[in-house]
């Protein structure tokens, strides 16, 4: 068995070692947690560093910042109180419920020779108290702790802050003390006492910079703990676990083992055990002191053959705040470097935040300025985006344009205007491309033939002409004001698009603002839909009679004529057929064009362009303001922002100050 514990001894040594935690390992014998360390452990440099960690600490209580800190845990009753009063000594609240019902931040600082010892105490709504008595701590923790929980039942996640001064501690060391875990509700406490307590616990230990040190009874099986159970799931290879064995003189058989790691009930911790002999009912009774209980504890274990072949390493008090210092130092000078950046970073995280809230709107003076703002922002906006200013994606690019498929729509004004303005020709186009259809062209040359009534037979009527035209124009009205009916519906929905990308994201007054200013939009593109179709209703009927003055008629129709290889020994019909076919050419491009140009008039110059002017005279200061307002919550985020951001720069001051 010897064997079997010299080498465990040796393994955890040598995992020490690599992990950085203590220095180089000396002989088991002669272990030495402080020849372990760099000798700086006790200079004034490392006890600067401690310093800055708990002022950080305290500064960012509030904030989600985890930094380097040890945790005392275990559930309730198993000697909590008494280990940190072997570890500080000095005394603290006993009780035979919850003792402790809020995190107490216990800071042990070392006092010069010619100094008195004393100690200070504050929470959040305490001012700072110095205690020169330290016999009086306990019922300063006691005060500060029902007014932290309103009662003396419950528990608060809100801290007590002791700092202790005394000129026999060698070594500064800060431990966080949190509530004994409970499952058994007493009279007068929440019903969520338990979750309460785990849920502090959890917050507490979760980060990786935390170590936890558990208090369990020696008679207990260390894996059956519950504040065992909880870490496991945040550090499952314990390696920031220790555990302070408590009641030590209660132990049973196999003590020796258990505290090594081996065996039945045992941990292999990384960090290991340590031993440690509480103060029994009759010496607290008796006003035992301090210095007697560290040498009656080493007399216990000195004289107990249980502990006979136990490294010293594992038994005593002393013993336990060596090791608690050296990892406390070792974990600073790890970890606060990357707590110091990561606070850097989520400056400016809340910087980028607070920037992206909108300015306070709580005047009408606000609201005129935030209102006019917003509509520059718009109109700049839409003026880019109907000139064609706008980034082209390769994935936009590669669409075949589907005027149907809204989803598809984007806020390319020029592209979709020029689109469905080609859509639309080549729906004209077919139309009226008929006349040059086999089967269409053999049917007007016989109803030419027909209709030629007393005329000359190389002069046919004008009617003749007319009336061939006039079925095909009336096919024209759909496409054309299809066109009008699209460009509605397309500029309604872009709009809107491109108000909701200028308000901004965090406004509060995104959705009623946003909401009233579309009403206003659709109104006026209404009346430009209304006003544009009404002229092309008037263009269709001037459209009616088969006219045109354009030089291109002619050479379009001599290219046709030139063109046809029809042997006939009447001309004419075949002639007036190639002139309607090159008078449909110039029907084509002239409504395609002035459908253009309508739609550009209407919708964009006496519609989209003037829309900003509309909106700054549609709606009165006071309307403005009911809608624009800044809420409550908004104000109180804005703060909080500010808040956090000031809190974390003076907590930057506080680490990176000589």
């Not at 005392?72 to 000095?90: R, W, Y």
């Not at 639309?424 to 040059?436: D, G, M, N, P, V």
């Not at 046919?460 to 061939?468: D, G, K, T």
């Not at 309604?492 to 206003?520: G, H, M």
Request: with cysteine; net charge neutral.
């Amino acid at each position: 068995m010897n064997n079997q514990l010299r080498r465990l001894r040796n393994a955890r040594l040598e995992n020490v070692e690599a992990s950085s935690t203590l220095g180089a390992s000396p002989s088991v014998n002669n272990y030495n947690p402080i020849a372990m360390i760099n000798k700086e452990i006790n200079t004034e440099e490392c006890r600067q560093l401690l310093k800055k960690v708990d002022k950080m600490r305290e500064i960012l209580q509030m904030e989600k910042v985890s930094l380097p800190q040890i945790v005392v845990v275990g559930d309730q009753s198993v000697g909590k109180s008494s280990i940190l009063e072997a570890i500080s000594g000095i005394e603290l609240p006993r009780a035979q419920n919850i003792c402790t019902r809020c995190p107490l931040e216990l800071r042990m600082k070392s006092a010069p020779p010619d100094s008195q010892d004393y100690a200070t105490i504050r929470c959040a709504g305490v001012d700072e108290l110095i205690i020169n008595d330290l016999s009086e701590i306990s019922a300063r923790v006691v005060e500060c702790t029902n007014f932290l929980t309103g009662n003396l039942v419950n528990i608060s996640p809100s801290p007590i802050f002791l700092t202790v001064y005394k000129r026999e501690i060698e070594d500064d060391l800060t431990l966080i003390d949190l509530p004994g875990i409970t499952r058994t509700q007493v009279d007068g406490q929440s019903p969520t006492i338990y979750r309460d307590i785990v849920s502090l616990i959890e917050t507490c230990v979760q980060s990786e910079s935390s170590i936890v040190l558990h208090v369990i009874p020696s008679s207990v099986d260390f894996t059956t703990s519950e504040s065992i159970q909880i870490c496991q799931r945040y550090d499952p290879q314990y390696e920031r676990q220790i555990i302070a064995v408590s009641k030590i003189d209660k132990h049973d058989k196999g003590i020796a083992e258990k505290l090594q790691g081996i065996g039945p009930g045992s941990l292999a911790l990384l960090l290991g055990s340590v031993a440690v002999l509480n103060r029994k009912q009759e010496e607290i009774d008796a006003k035992v002191s301090f210095e007697e209980m560290r040498r009656r504890e080493e007399k216990f274990f000195q004289t107990n053959p249980a502990f006979a072949d136990v490294p010293k390493e594992h038994l005593g008090s002393r013993e336990l705040i060596k090791k608690l210092v050296s990892i406390q130092q070792s974990r600073i000078r790890l970890t606060l470097p990357s707590v110091i950046e990561g606070v850097k970073e989520k400056i400016q995280m809340k910087r980028e935040e607070l920037k992206h809230i909108p300015i306070a709107i709580l005047t009408e003076t606000d609201t005129r300025f935030a209102f006019n703002e917003i509509l520059r922002n718009y109109r700049t906006a839409v003026e880019k985006r109907v000139k064609g200013d706008y980034e082209i994606q390769s994935g936009q690019v590669a669409k075949t344009f589907d005027p149907t498929a809204r989803d598809q729509w984007d806020d390319r004004i020029a592209y979709h205007l020029k689109m469905i303005g080609k859509c639309t020709s080549a729906e004209i186009k077919r139309i009226l491309s008929t006349f040059s259809s086999p089967n269409q062209g053999t049917q007007m040359l016989q109803s030419i033939e027909e209709n030629y009534g007393g005329g000359l037979p190389n002069f046919p009527s004008s009617n003749i002409i007319q009336q061939l035209y006039q079925p095909y124009h009336k096919q024209l009205e759909t496409p054309c004001k299809s066109l009008v009916v699209w460009v509605e519906q397309y500029m309604t929905s872009c709009l809107a698009y491109i108000l909701e990308k200028v308000i901004p994201a965090e406004a509060s007054y995104k959705l009623p603002l946003s909401r009233e200013l579309n009403k206003v939009i659709k109104g006026v593109i209404e009346n430009s839909r209304v006003k544009c179709m009404e002229n092309v209703e008037q263009m269709l009927k001037m459209e009616e009679k088969v006219f045109t003055v354009n030089s291109n008629y002619m050479d379009i129709f001599k290219k046709l004529q030139a063109s046809d290889k029809t042997q006939s020994d009447n001309r004419t019909p075949h002639d007036v057929l190639i002139g309607l076919q090159a008078y449909c050419s110039i029907v084509q491009a002239r409504i395609v064009d002035h459908l253009s140009q309508l739609c550009e008039y209407w919708f964009i110059r006496n519609g989209v362009l003037l829309l900003d002017g509309k909106l700054n005279t549609e709606f009165t200061p006071a309307e403005l303001l009911k809608w624009m307002k800044e809420p409550p919550l908004l104000e109180q985020r804005r703060a909080n922002l500010r808040r956090s951001i000031d809190t974390m720069e003076r907590a930057l001051v506080a680490a990176e100050s000589d």
